[in-house]
């Protein structure tokens, strides 16, 4: 079948940038645009799934949730990439703190367990040591993290969270 990237969502319509378009198959094209180059808008017959679950954990996935290492992911539960997103109402209240470990960082813009946290930066600021350094804390708080690359240093990242016993709490 054909895969792309998911741009966005607006029921029933699916904006993704995709990989190929074949059209008449299910999934595929039902227009095109050419002026946006391989963009597509696709309608899609039934929601995409990822895997989900504990089996996941210590594991490295790529952004369409498929394992990077080549071997296959043994994760038996599914979850719809679109689902209707939580109502504020039934969130819980966020009432415990989650210590990165890094005093300045929690004193100054403390973060709440359920809540997450983006590091946005420079090169030259040590946002990578400062991120594995907190998935690395959460361990000793028995937190499970996940942890989101977009860097192009994933391999250096696994290593380090590996080498830092990291990976038996997050994926």
């Known amino acids: ?16 940038l995709a990989d190929s378009l074949s059209k008449g ?11 946006f180059g391989s963009s597509a808008t696709l309608r899609l017959k039934s929601n995409r799934t990822t895997s989900v679950g504990n089996e996941l954990v210590g594991r490295v996935v790529n952004f369409k949730g498929e394992a990077a290492d080549g071997r296959e992911l043994l994760a ?4 719809a990439i679109f689902s209707p997103a939580t109502l504020q109402q039934d969130l819980a209240t966020i009432s415990q703190p989650l210590h990165t470990g890094f005093t300045a960082i929690d004193a100054l813009t403390p973060i709440g367990r359920g809540q997450n946290m983006l590091l946005i930066g420079g090169e030259e600021m040590g946002l990578l040591d400062i991120a594995i350094d907190t998935v690395v804390n959460q ?6 993290c996940v942890y989101v690359s977009t860097n192009g240093r994933h391999a250096e990242v696994e290593q380090r969270l590996r ?3 990291a990976m038996g709490h997050t994926t």
Do not use: C, H, I, M
């Not at 895969?3 to 993704?16: C, K």
């Not at 038996?76 to 979850?79: A, E, L, P, Y």
């Open 163 to 165: 080498a830092s016993g």
């Open 139 to 144: 361990g000793r708080e028995g937190v499970k």
């Open 25 to 35: 198959k299910p999934g595929g094209s039902t227009a095109a645009n050419s002026d």
């Open 1 to 16: 079948g054909d895969s792309g990237v998911v741009l966005y969502q607006r029921t029933p319509l699916l904006f993704a």
């Open 76 to 79: 038996s539960d599914k979850r």
